[in-house]
């Protein structure tokens, strides 16, 4: 089992910033990937960004160039750092864990159904 706890959500104005956290406990020795997923209120939780266990990353084309996924491996910790941010970024933010043992790219973790582990989610609230 993976624990997730994500933190650093928050009001913020349009165009700051914010940085979001991600801690794993448990076996993370088993992580595959660990991806950022958000979900407006009425709508899907929808992929954001990924980072594997290789280093490779993945981002939605709608925060490309303004979100960056980076990881701190002594930590166990991801984090996304989310600059000029926009209304339509607000959302529940979760954290998710993936352990698979072949070696997939970033692009087939943009699908939620590969996850295992999911975090709590952070509320992340941009206003104009």
């Known amino acids: 089992q993976v624990q997730l706890v994500e933190s650093g959500g928050g009001l913020v104005q349009a165009g700051g910033s914010l940085r979001l956290s991600c801690a794993a406990s448990g076996r993370t020795f088993s992580i595959s990937a660990t991806g950022w997923f958000r979900q407006a209120p009425g709508k899907e939780r929808d992929f954001v960004a990924v980072i594997t266990s290789g280093g490779g990353t993945n981002y939605a084309d709608s925060v490309k160039g303004r979100f960056t996924i980076s990881r701190d491996n002594a930590k166990n910790t991801v984090y996304l750092e989310m600059n000029s941010l926009k209304p339509e970024d607000t959302g529940v933010y979760y954290c998710?864990?993936?352990?698979?043992?072949?070696?997939?790219?970033?692009?087939?973790?943009?699908?939620?159904?590969?996850?295992?582990?999911w975090g709590q989610g952070t509320q992340v609230t941009v206003s104009s």
């Open positions: 998710a864990c993936a352990a698979f043992t072949y070696p997939y790219g970033a692009s087939f973790y943009e699908a939620k159904e590969n996850y295992r582990y």
